[in-house]
Every structure is written in C-alpha cells, then in structure tokens.
C-alpha cells in the first residue's frame, strides 16, 4: 500500500489539474493502491511512453527475450530442440544434454542456484529485474500495449475511446485489438506446449489426428486464455496484488539496494512554471506529473520507495525529459540508493551481499562440476522375486535382482555385466549385452549366486563390473541376502 501523503505534499496534490488532460485521475491524499479510485473501484492505467535511454535498453533486452523464447524450440542441437521437456520420457534436453528424472542432484544444484540468485539480484539491483526481464513487463510493454496504442491511438484516446458510447467505429477497433491479441497469445501459448513436446510432432500431430492430442489442445486453450485475462484486463494488478516479489523486496533490500528515487533536496518546494515568480523560492520540480503518467502502474515515486514500483526507470526517462526542456541538469529522478540519498556512498560490497554471492558460486559451480563429470550411463542394482534369497539343492545362495541401466549418450550403448567377488561367486543375466538406446532407461533380470560358506550373519557383499562398447565403466556394490551362520560354516 501507498503511505500516506504528507503535508509538504498537500499543495502539490492540490495544484494537479482536473479534466480530461489528465491521464490518471490519483488521489495521493488517499490511502490506496494507485489502480483504485477512492471509492474503491478499478482504474485502468494508460501510460504515456517516453523513449528515453532506458526504455531503449528495456526494449532490446525484450526483443532479445522474445527471440529466445520463441526460437529455442526450433533450433536443433543434437537432433533435437535446444530445450525439451519431454513429459512421455521424463527427460530433459538442454543445448545436447540429457537429464533424467534420477539425476536429482543437478536439480537439486540448480534450484539452490535460481533461489540464491534471485536473493542475490533483489538484494543488490532491488526491481530492476520487474523492469527489465520479467515476463509480465517484457511482453505487457512491448507487445501487448504497443498493439493497443497501434489501434486506438495514446493514452488520452484510449480513455476517451473506452468511454464513448457504443459505436460501429468502436466495436471495429475493439474487435481489431482483441484479434490480434488473440493471436500473439495463441503463438505464445503453442510455443510454451512446444517446450514439452517439439514443434514437429506437435504439428504433425495437430494437422493429421488432433483428437489424440486433446491434452496439448487443452493446454494450449489454457494458457491462451490466461494470456488474454492477464495483458488485456488483469495487467498491472498482477504486479501490485497478485506478485509476492514486491513484498519479498522489502524483506531482502537494504539501504544500499539500488532504487528508482526522487531527489527531494533538490526538487522540493515543488511549484509550476506559471507559478514561478522572481524571489519565490523553488524546487526544480515543476509538479508536471510527467513521471505519474509515465508509470505502468500509476505509482507517485515523489511519495517514496513503494511496493507498487517495479523498477521501469519510465518516470526518470519522462524525468529527464522535463528537464532538458526547461533547461535543467537531469537525474531529478535517478537511480541511487538509500544510503546515496542520505548524503552517503553506496557499498556494493557489504556482509549481505558476499554472502549471496559466495553461496551463489558455491551452487552453480556444484551444478557446473555435477554436468561436466556426469557419466555416460546410469547403473542401479535393486532386489527382484519375492523371496529374500533362495537355497539350492548344491548347498549355493541365489538371490534375484533387478539391473536398471539408463545410457545417458546420444547414441546406442552395448553393456556387459560381470561379478568380481567374492570367490566362487556367478551371474546371470537374462540379457547380454544390454543393448540400450539413447536417453532410455532398460530393465534387465539377473540372479547371483554364491556358496553358502561366504554369508555372515546372513550377508555378503558382492562387486560387479558393468562395462558398455563406448568406453563406459563402473564397479557396483550390492548387498545379497543368505542364510545365518559364520564364515567357512553352515548354519
């Protein structure tokens, strides 16, 4: 929630103007969330755009982030798409690698790396990532809105046009808009299902027998409608309500977290240019509200630091704008720091932050060391049969077990599987070689058998070799189940 309004605010709040020229209508004396009027009902926000040299960066990282998303299901590496998340295999296939469902630790190492970084990124670069790089802002700033502003014109003929009566011209451009959403949410919802399934299959499959795949249907159905409820009507409320990382923000920033701010010192007492009058002391603030309407999500930044920020440095480039218009140095509002607007210096770094960093390497170096030692094939040993172990009439100890062998390659592995120890001891296996294809996972039958005589307390060990024609070799411990007695004895 906003803070209250302070006094050295009312005048200024009292000089906004009224009317249609104006592009929101806030109350900055009200208590209130910027996209609600005062009695409580939704405001639609309709920022005015100003190109200035954020906004330039923003707009080639979201085309840089549109061309990511909607190309790496195309590009092959390895005979397959860059990413897939392939639901039928459980696999996982990102730029030529393959990771199964058994290779918990990778996930393990790359879930602790994403929550360190983001711990790492809010505590030091505070919202820049709501501006810059979330999906929200990426495609709500850049796609959705310049749509908009395409059909029915800026901000002001937007409002002016939702708030004419029904018209034939209306519902042409209404209709229009929606349409072209409809489809840019469309291609964005099939490219998501094409992550789990390839744009080839998914394609084919749709083209020649859609009935069986009424689950990709759905989906995509799916998420195309919350793509058109989210850009179209939910909008900034999904970032001032519905997200927890504005809330998160506050918990994780510190007074050296970079912010957006208003340089109060040098912009207050605020007045406008008409006002201004030789010996009346002024602010270089000029209560314009350029900053206000430049928002995506209304928020007054003269006010403070907000939950309702996001970070988008629009009211610095509206900002700045004003300024060179009326002769003045820029940076009234900048990005700065707490400790900066306090008259200090900012500490990159500080406790907090080589703390986030140092377990930030520490993750992603396990998960870069668990990638690049990985093996070629996966070997798991379990119990088979329903009995423990079985006596044979020779005076021997069989006990079944079950060989599961995933090839972690590209490529068809021939693998072998031979017992060490200890002596006397023999295998068979239903299968050999175990002839596995790439990222596929084979089960195989196979009995030991080894004399009696060897058991202690109804144990041995037992050491197996399994080799594969690519060069892959391990040695595998398994634990066989016998009857009580001693070593050199029977029971």
Not at 371 to 395: H, N, Q
């Amino acid at each position: 929630m906003a803070p209250a309004v302070t006094e050295k605010e009312q005048p200024a709040a009292a000089a906004v103007p009224s009317g249609p020229e104006r592009v929101f209508n806030v109350a900055p004396e009200e208590d209130l969330l910027y996209s609600l009027s005062a009695d409580g009902k939704r405001k639609f926000m309709h920022p005015v755009v100003h190109r200035g040299r954020f906004w330039r960066i923003r707009r080639t990282v979201a085309y840089l982030l549109f061309f990511l998303f909607f190309a790496l299901p195309h590009i092959p590496v390895g005979g397959r798409p860059a990413v897939l998340i392939d639901l039928a295999t459980r696999n996982t296939h990102v730029f030529g690698a393959t990771f199964n469902p058994t290779d918990s630790l990778i996930l393990v190492a790359l879930g602790f790396g994403i929550i360190v970084t983001a711990f790492f990124v809010a505590s030091a670069f505070g919202r820049m990532w709501c501006g810059y790089a979330c999906p929200q802002t990426v495609y709500l700033e850049f796609l959705f809105r310049p749509i908009e502003a395409l059909l029915e014109g800026g901000p002001l003929n937007q409002r002016k046009l939702n708030a004419a009566p029904l018209s034939g011209r209306k519902v042409a451009i209404k209709l229009a808009k929606w349409s072209i959403w409809t489809v840019a949410a469309l291609l964005m919802a099939t490219t998501f299902v094409s992550y789990f399934t390839g744009w080839g299959p998914l394609l084919q499959g749709l083209g020649t027998d859609p009935l069986s795949w009424k689950g990709a249907l759905f989906t995509i159905a799916l998420v195309t409608g919350a793509i058109l409820f989210d850009f179209g009507w939910f909008r900034d409320q999904m970032c001032t309500i519905a997200c927890p990382y504005g809330r998160l923000q506050n918990v994780i920033a510190d007074q050296d977290t970079i912010l957006v701010a208003y340089d109060e010192k040098r912009g207050e007492p605020r007045m406008k240019v008409k006002d201004r009058v030789l010996g009346v002391l002024a602010g270089d603030c000029i209560a314009c509200r350029a900053c206000v309407n430049a928002c995506p999500t209304g928020t007054d930044i003269k006010r403070g630091l907000q939950p309702e920020c996001i970070g988008t440095a629009q009211c610095i480039d509206a900002c700045d704008e004003v300024m060179r218009g009326i002769g003045k140095p820029i940076g009234l509002i900048k990005y700065t720091s707490e400790r900066e607007q306090k008259g200090g210096v900012r500490r990159i770094w500080r406790p907090r932050s080589i703390a986030y960093l140092t377990l930030m390497t520490v993750a992603w170096a396990a998960l870069a060391v668990l990638i690049l030692t990985r093996g070629d094939a996966l070997v798991e040993i379990v119990r088979g049969g329903r009995e423990p172990y079985r006596l044979l009439p020779t005076g021997e100890v069989a006990n079944q077990q079950r060989v599961r062998i995933t090839n972690q390659l590209s490529e068809i592995q021939r693998f072998t599987i031979e017992v060490l120890s200890p002596p006397g001891a023999s295998l068979v296996v239903s299968q050999s070689p175990v002839v596995v294809e790439p990222d596929r996972l084979v089960t195989v039958n196979a009995v030991t058998t080894v004399p009696q005589s060897v058991f202690v307390d109804g144990q041995v060990p037992v050491r197996y070799l399994v080799r594969s024609d690519r060069g892959f070799q391990k040695e595998v411990q398994f634990l066989l189940l016998g009857p009580f007695g001693t070593a050199g004895g029977t029971p």
